[in-house]
């Protein structure tokens, strides 16, 4: 199986348009790498690729990666986009992908239920990009020979359908990880998480790569970087530090791990910090925009 990173970020990117903090100071100034927002690119031959996710920097990612160029006149190597939930950084790729070329878009009723109330994702034309809807734990073939399996994950609804209430745990359709086989590697990708209950830690026993959320490091990363109130918790992300956070929940996880989704407001984003040092002491990785992972 190939693994390509198209973008590691989280919604906003890095840097991100209208934030000035360390890190997206940084990474205008050429000090850290940039980073599109998240999105990974799936094969077993190299030839037909599965996106997971769209991002809204779709345009730029596919420009970057030679093996999704056209191989023809009007032609794609990607036979499916699978989307892991419906917020606008896993979806508004898709209004990219228009322009009469076929593809399959997956995702769960009630992911695709968002794109069916959505009337400008008609801009794709339906005829020749089917929206194929899966249940939990219904394994599918979007490639010769690479399985995905959906499974639910603690999550809420995307940002712009929160109602007055907003459970921020949910377990259901609207948050979903994917296992991914190729009959002899396991991935697990879960971009977008709020919690690490012992049922998803044991799930992830046998993975030989994981590639989690790695959106803040604490909880309240957007005050520590004077960037804003908003919490982890608030926004369906589970930290990485502390007792119910990744690097200690999936600490008996042997797996390859790898931070994808990861926020422009992360301290993991600096190099010499002492938070990249505890991430690395733990074993963890941070993914890069371009970055072929061999599981
Ligand atoms: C998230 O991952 O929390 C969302 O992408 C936030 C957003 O919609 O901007
Ligand atoms: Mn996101
Ligand atoms: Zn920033």
Known sequence: MIVKVLGAAAGGGLPQWNC??????????????PMTQSSVAISVDGA???LLNASPDIRAQIQ??????????RDTPIAAVVLTNADVDHIAGLLTLREKTGFTVFGTADILQTLE????FDVMDRTLIPRTGFAL??????LPDLTLTPFAVPGKVALFLEGETVGLQ???EQTIGLMIEDGRRKVAYIPGCAALPDWLVDRLRDVDLLLFDGTVWENDDMARTGTGEKTGARMGHLPMQGDMGSLARLAPINARKVFIHVNNTNPVLQPDGPERAALMRAGWEIARDGQEITP
């Open 48 to 50: 037909s690729w599965v």
């Open 117 to 120: 109330a959505n009337r400008i």
């Open 20 to 33: 000035g903090c360390r890190n997206c100071t940084d990474a205008r100034a050429g000090r850290i790498a």
């Open 64 to 73: 970057a990666t030679p093996a999704l160029h056209p191989r023809g006149l």
């Open 137 to 142: 734990e219904q394994t599918i073939t979007p």
């Open 170 to 172: 949910e377990i259901g």
